[in-house]
């Protein structure tokens, strides 16, 4: 019977976050997520690093009050320390070490991508945990991998995008059709009234496990330049069926690779991760497979989907009871494998 408080926090990209475990469950997780890279079409990396400065107090004061316990129950600080923006994660990275010391409480550092698999680990009422071995895909606007998991922290990625990540294929492709950033959900949102197969986009020919999302932008960049020639309210006339076949294209890309991935290792147990995990197309097939291919599949509550400070906190709680901290040189790692 341990009562084991982790205070998380997790700067790595645009979005501040910081949250409250007791033991495996989450009692608070607060994320500032960044409105200044809106007008910018994608993240400015001086810009969040500065954001998260002015965020990360407020956030971390937030978590504490809403998880309603005192800071001296805290017993261990957990943080991100790559992968992602190394002006981003400096930001948490140095204020989890002077809290550490503050509080004279240990330090724990957490690899970003293991976060965003281990957030399955959560204890919540929905939140169902796969078992061990499985593949885990995470999919968002900065990855695109497919890691086999055969325990907490052995993990191997069997297959990753060679350019693009799945959610910028997303929020490039909107952007093509004029939507505001970060255009994933709305393409989902249109597609949801369009036609899947009205318009054909080649799917890349990369062989194996690893993914390829840049040549499906340039294909859906030259085949909206051409039609827009012959008829400049093609985006306004077929937005809809536009936004289904390209979301209809990224799904059955994604569900291709799995397919082989689940056949190569034999593994059936299915769990997914990130922002795009959000996407309606993406689970709607993989509740199908479920029937049709005999999976079990996995996908967290939303609000561990996305970065967030509750899958560090996840994180510091299972390195917690192995006793596996940081020193107070540990620094931060922009480019951190699993
Ligand atoms: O995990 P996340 O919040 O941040 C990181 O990139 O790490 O993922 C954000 C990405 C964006 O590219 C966004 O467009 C995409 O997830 N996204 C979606 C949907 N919701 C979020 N893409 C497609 N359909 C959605 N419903
Ligand atoms: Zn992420």
Redesign the pocket.
Known sequence: NQNIYILAIES????TSAAILHNKKVLSNVVATQKIHEEYGG?VPELASRAHQQNIVPVVHQALTKANIDKKLVSAIAFTRGPGLMGSLLVGTSFAKSLSLGLDVPLIEVN?MQA?ILAHFIEGDTQKQPPFPFLAMT?????TQIVLVRDYFDMKIIGETLDD????A??KS?KILGLP?????????Y?KKGDPKAFPFPKPKVKGLNFSFSGLKTSILYFVRKEVEKNPNFIAENLNDICASI?YT?VNILMDKLKIAAIQTGIKQIAI??????????RKALINSQKELGWQTYIPNFEY???NAAMVGIVGYLKFIENDFAKQDVTAKARYFI
Do not use: K, M, W
């Open positions: 790595s990209c645009d979005d993240v970003h965003h999919i968002s606007g900065g990855h990540a799945v959610g910028e997303f929020d909107a950033y970060p255009g994933g959900p709305l393409v989902d949102a597609a979301q990224i991760g990130g922002g795009v995990s959000a996407n309606s197309g993406i989907c996305t970065d």
